[in-house]
């Protein structure tokens, strides 16, 4: 086990003060040094075959591609990030406004603005690898084809994994999302898998629907590796003065605390209805109990997102306080927590 991969936790410490010896300290300074043996807990993960040093991975849409915060952290403090979503190619998204804060989160309207998946291999990706971390691409098309070109090409390229977004409108099924409807989950899956190569293939499930198990069963039959949930939950703001709605595009995707129950929720339902299948839950993580909610659930890992735009290191806090919390219950391996809920 790596130092990375470590949490020393010194639980129910004894503190006693010391003198504090360092220049520029005045007289009578003191320290605190907890007195208690030390534990180790393994952070470590494993997450479709791909090993991610902690389980703390970051959404998409939420950190661009990294260069950004890499300015607060080194981002191989995470087990993994999930890439701004990309498209065969360069879109510049939807017009503004299309970010709307909520009492509990905020609506999303940004319509995948993104460079194209080439750019993305030719720009974004060296500079990802020189980080200790795992790469997941993630990728939306408009129809099938598109899905198993991009595959192709990241599957060269080299990322860790892919997640396929399935939300996405299906020109060939006259706008329906890939989401909504098993046999449209499960198509895209089927051509994500067979031009894939031997990169596991994620595919992201919506919330949007009447059962989302029918979803899972049915991407997890076409032979997903792994899925991940939730996307976000739609919704809408109106401005009550101008009557108009708040977003230009009327409606957008709600992220943030205010979804946690619900993601919590279907990832307990998906990891029963397709039990042994790979999960990486998301929806509204803030703190490591958030996350420690998720594995228990069913999770293997977890993503932070809208968090991020709050605090840039919410994804490296969650990390700490889920490892604490482990240590905290005598937990040797944060991935014993995966699972754990004891149902009424």
Known sequence: MSEREKFVFEPEAVCRPEPLEPAGKGPGSVVIRPEKRKFAVDQSVTLAGVRLKNPIVVAS???????????????????????????????????????????????????????????????????????????????SGNTPEEYGVMCEKLSAAGVDMIEVNISCPNVKAGGLAYGTKPELAAEVTQVAKAHAGTVPVMVKLSPNVTDITEIARAAADAGADALSLINTLRGMRIDVNTRRPILKMNTGGLSGPAVLPVAVRMVWEVSCAVPGLPILGMGGVAKGEDAAQLMLAGASAVAVGTACFADPYAPVKVRDELAELAAQQGLARVADLTGGVRPW
């Open 61 to 139: 849409g939420t950190f661009g591609f990294g260069r950004e915060y890499g300015q607060f952290y080194d981002l191989s403090e995470l087990g993994g990030i999930c890439c701004k979503g990309l498209t065969l190619h360069r879109r510049e998204g939807n017009p503004p406004p299309r970010i709307a804060e909520t009492p509990m989160g905020i609506l999303n309207s940004v319509g995948l603005q993104n460079p194209g998946v080439d750019a993305f291999i030719e720009h974004e990706l060296p500079e990802l690898r020189r980080h200790d971390l795992a790469v997941i691409a993630n990728i």
